[in-house]
């Protein structure tokens, strides 16, 4: 079952610019929803990370917005920068074990 | 980097034979997971382990089993791989009562297996 729907698939923006990527979660017993952050040949590695009691979080040039009521939320990359290049994906994560399910990634390309 | 090591790092097999991936971690983290990352697909968890010798099914467990004698390695065995199974495997380690961000997962560098 998909728990956790992400788009775009591919995304292209000019340096400088805002990218945009947002998830749909399907079920309301989650604890945390982060997003990490694939650069290729590596590993994801945690990126930024909201509790469903925030409205907002933000970090330097990354911004997570979250709407509860709706059961979204996104990711927003503020001047665009060649160097964040890779694939993002949203997750949630849910229960003592810390399982955390992935979206199906959002593969971003910021062109000079 | 956490220190989390994988191997083989890349492995071409054939239909029907077993293969074992082994992640080996030496942050002593309680909680292994193994993860397969397919195109279009994203990250897809196999099986996870909370303890020695606890594990437990993920979305995606069939045709795997996975084994965890020691704190710091976590086995992912394919009894007899197929071509489906061809896939890039990571582990990922965490250890939420250490603090830190919940449901942050730390990767190690990924296991690449081509089932011919």
């Known amino acids: 079952q998909q728990q956790v729907k992400q788009s775009p698939q591919s995304l292209i923006v000019q340096k400088g610019g805002i990218s945009i990527i947002n998830c749909a979660y399907e079920?309301?017993?989650?604890?945390?929803f982060p997003w990490y952050q694939q650069f290729p040949g590596k590993g994801p590695a945690l990126l930024i990370a909201i509790r469903p009691d925030v409205s907002e979080k933000k970090e330097g040039r990354f911004t997570i917005s979250f709407n509860k009521s709706a059961k979204q939320f996104s990711l927003h990359i503020m001047d665009s920068q060649p160097g964040d290049s890779a694939t993002y994906f949203c997750a949630v994560v849910s229960g003592g074990y810390q399982k955390v399910t992935f979206g199906t990634g959002t593969k971003l390309q910021v062109i000079p | 980097d956490a220190g989390i090591t994988q191997s083989p790092r890349h492995k071409v097999t054939e239909t029907g034979t077993p293969v074992t991936l082994r992640c080996h971690q030496t942050?002593?983290?309680?909680?292994m997971y193994w993860y397969r990352q397919d195109p279009g697909h994203g990250l897809r968890l196999i099986h996870y382990s909370y303890g020695v010798k606890d594990t437990d099914k993920g979305e995606v467990s069939d045709g795997y089993s996975v084994s965890r004698s020691k704190t710091e390695d976590f086995l992912l065995t394919l009894e007899s791989a197929t071509s489906s199974q061809t896939s890039v495997y990571f582990c990922a380690i965490s250890d939420p009562g250490r603090g830190g961000t919940t449901g942050e997962l730390f990767f190690g560098e990924g296991s690449r297996l081509t089932v011919l």
């Open positions: 942050e002593n983290h309680r909680y």
């Open positions: 079920n309301t017993a989650f604890d945390y």
